[in-house]
C-alpha cells in the first residue's frame, strides 16, 4: 500500500499531512449530503416551512438557497486554501497552463449560470422538496446539452482552479468531486422523479374525477 502511494506521489504529487487537504474535502462531502437530508425531511416533515416560516415554503426555500450558496463559497473558499498548501507542479506547457483553465473555468460558470437561469432559484435550490414544483421539464440550453450541467461546470471549476495554481493533488481531489456528485445524482434523481411522477398522477386523478362528473 505504502509503494503504490509513493509510486502515485511520483506522478501526482500531494501533501496529505496538510489539514487543510482534508478539510476541503470533508466540506465537498458535506455540502450535497446535508442538503439532500434537509430537503427530503422538509419533503416528508415540512420542518422548514412550518415549524419555522409558518407555512411559507418559499421563504423556506429561499432560507435554504441562502445556506447552500454560502456554504458552497465556504467550500470554494477552503478548497483555494487546500490548494496553495499543496505542492506546485507544472501540468501544462505554456501558453495552455493559462489557457485551458481558464476556458473550463468560463465554460463551467456558463453552465452553472445558464441552469440557474433556466430553473430559476426554487428550481435550482430543491425547491421541488418544498412543493414548488415546475410546470414542465426544461429542455432549452444547458440543459439539451447536459443531463446536469450544473455538476459538470461545478467539477470544470474545480479542475480549472487544479490546472490554474498548477497543484496536481487538486486532480485528485476534482476526480474526488466527481465521485461525490455522481452518488449524490443516484440519491437526487430518483426522489425528484418520484416527486414528479406522484403530481402526475394526481393531475391525472383529477382529471378522472372531473370527467365523471361531466
Known amino acids: 500500500m505504502d509503494s503504490a502511494i509513493s509510486q502515485l506521489r511520483k506522478f501526482i504529487p500531494f501533501d496529505a499531512s496538510q489539514r487543510s487537504l482534508w478539510i476541503s474535502i ?4 458535506f455540502n450535497p449530503t446535508a442538503w439532500n437530508i434537509v430537503a427530503r425531511n422538509e419533503h416528508r416533515n415540512r420542518t422548514l416551512t412550518r415549524k419555522v416560516f409558518r407555512g411559507n415554503a418559499r421563504m423556506g426555500c429561499y432560507f435554504l438557497t441562502v445556506l447552500i450558496f454560502s456554504f458552497g463559497m465556504l467550500r470554494d473558499s477552503l478548497y483555494t486554501r487546500a490548494l496553495i498548501e499543496q505542492p506546485k507542479k507544472a501540468i501544462l506547457p505554456q501558453p495552455w497552463d493559462t489557457i485551458v483553465p481558464a476556458a473550463l473555468a468560463i465554460i463551467g460558470q456558463i453552465f452553472v449560470l445558464t ?17 414548488i414544483l415546475m410546470d414542465s421539464k426544461v429542455e432549452g440550453f444547458p440543459f439539451n446539452v447536459l443531463r446536469d450541467p450544473m455538476y459538470v461546470g461545478s467539477t470544470m471549476c ?3 482552479g487544479a490546472l490554474w495554481y498548477e497543484r ?18 443516484r440519491f437526487e434523481g430518483p426522489f425528484t422523479d418520484m416527486i414528479y411522477s406522484t403530481r402526475e398522477k394526481l393531475r391525472a386523478g383529477s382529471g378522472a374525477e372531473t370527467k365523471k362528473e361531466l
Open 115 to 131: 441552469s440557474t437561469w433556466q430553473l430559476g432559484i426554487t428550481g435550482t435550490f430543491l425547491g421541488d422538496y418544498f412543493g
Open 26 to 29: 470533508a466540506s465537498i462531502a
Open 168 to 185: 496536481p493533488a487538486g486532480l485528485l481531489i476534482t476526480l474526488y468531486v466527481y465521485i461525490v456528485y455522481v452518488i449524490a445524482l
Open 158 to 160: 474545480f479542475a480549472a
